[in-house]
């Protein structure tokens, strides 16, 4: 499983606060005990969940169990919670580095009151999922997974070549992220029919990020990735037009003319 850079996830961070759905997230909250409930976040990063999450939760003596496998990021957990601006006190949190793909059993749905991840499943396999659910349904706990990509991906101003950008795109994100064949923009819809089928309710929402003409910075980040997914799928032939593609989006989010909408969906669980 490949890693991602702290900058990167500092910089989404805030796209994915204003994306979220605060709907799922009091349901989430309400599901919980009011004193003492004890978190569980997978692919945790650098806790960036939890910074969002922990002030809407409210409940007082908040335990997180922040568990990732990379160790860089967990590393840098202690230092983006320094900067964290949160009201007082902070919530108790530990760093678990668990290897997800192999290593899931080395945690029990048991010993938490609620499961959490961001931006996971689209990368994940659907034999992966299946397991994964299968594993929170030997326990069930409320579960609020944010923030998966579902293959929306819309821009003014549109360009004749999005089309094959986005076939490219959504290639790209169907490859191997380390747990096998990803699931991409499969991931909410088949989340939803595995909780339902082990006896969850199951709630959705959109959660979509809307990147603006004047946030630059990050539609630069975009397109580049987009520019290297696509040139890994693409045939050579077709390098031009990527190119081109590139060239004319940059060009428009230099001038402040560009909106992107990336969609993404929310899920909120509970059993039954």
Same mark, same amino acid.
């Given at each position: %499983?490949?890693?991602?850079? /702290? !900058?990167?996830?500092?910089?989404?961070?805030?796209?994915?606060?204003? @994306?979220?759905?605060?709907?799922?997230?009091?349901?989430?909250?309400?599901?919980?005990?009011?004193?003492? /409930?004890?978190?569980?976040?997978?692919?945790?990063?650098?806790?960036?969940?939890?910074?969002?999450? @922990?002030?809407?939760?409210?409940?007082?003596? !908040?335990?997180?169990?922040? @568990?990732?496998?990379? #160790?860089?990021?967990?590393?840098?957990? @202690?230092?983006? %919670? $320094?900067?964290?601006?949160? *009201?007082?006190?902070?919530?108790?949190?530990?760093?678990?580095?668990?290897?997800?793909?192999?290593?899931?059993?080395?945690?029990?749905?048991?010993?938490? &009151?609620?499961?959490?991840?961001?931006?996971?499943?689209?990368?994940? +396999?659907?034999?992966?999922?299946?397991?994964?659910?299968?594993?929170?349904? +030997?326990? =069930?706990? =409320?579960?609020?997974?944010?923030?998966?990509?579902?293959?929306?991906?819309?821009?003014?101003?549109?360009?004749?070549? &999005? $089309?094959?950008?986005?076939?490219?795109?959504?290639?790209?994100?169907?490859?191997?992220?380390?747990?096998? *064949?990803?699931?991409? *923009? #499969?991931? /909410?819809?088949?989340?939803?029919?595995?909780?339902? +089928?082990?006896?969850? &309710?199951?709630?959705?929402?959109?959660?979509?990020?809307?990147?603006? =003409?004047?946030?630059?910075?990050?539609?630069?980040?975009?397109?580049?990735?987009?520019?290297?997914?696509?040139?890994?799928?693409? /045939?050579?032939?077709?390098?031009?037009?990527?190119?081109?593609?590139?060239? #004319? #989006?940059?060009?428009?989010?230099? !001038?402040?003319?560009?909106?992107?909408?990336?969609?993404?969906?929310?899920?909120?669980?509970?059993?039954?």
């Amino acid at each position: %499983m490949g890693g991602f850079d /702290p !900058q990167w996830l500092r910089l989404r961070s805030a796209h994915d606060d204003a @994306a979220r759905a605060q709907r799922l997230t009091r349901l989430f909250a309400d599901s919980l005990p009011e004193e003492n /409930p004890r978190l569980l976040d997978l692919a945790a990063g650098t806790g960036a969940n939890l910074r969002h999450l @922990a002030p809407r939760i409210v409940h007082a003596g !908040q335990h997180w169990v922040l @568990a990732d496998h990379d #160790r860089v990021l967990l590393d840098a957990v @202690a230092g983006e %919670m $320094a900067r964290w601006r949160h *009201p007082a006190p902070a919530p108790a949190l530990e760093c678990r580095h668990v290897d997800l793909v192999h290593g899931l059993g080395s945690l029990d749905p048991a010993d938490f &009151d609620g499961i959490l991840a961001t931006a996971l499943f689209d990368l994940v +396999s659907a034999e992966w999922a299946g397991r994964f659910i299968a594993w929170l349904a +030997s326990a =069930p706990r =409320p579960v609020l997974f944010t923030l998966s990509v579902d293959g929306r991906l819309d821009w003014i101003l549109a360009d004749p070549d &999005d $089309a094959d950008m986005h076939g490219w795109i959504e290639a790209h994100q169907a490859t191997d992220k380390g747990f096998g *064949p990803a699931l991409g *923009p #499969r991931a /909410p819809e088949l989340l939803v029919e595995l909780l339902d +089928s082990h006896g969850f &309710d199951v709630f959705t929402e959109r959660s979509d990020w809307v990147i603006g =003409p004047d946030d630059t910075v990050m539609h630069r980040v975009l397109i580049e990735g987009y520019r290297t997914a696509a040139l890994e799928i693409a /045939p050579d032939l077709r390098a031009a037009v990527i190119k081109g593609w590139v060239e #004319r #989006r940059l060009a428009a989010a230099e !001038q402040g003319v560009l909106t992107a909408l990336v969609g993404h969906v929310d899920i909120f669980a509970r059993p039954r």
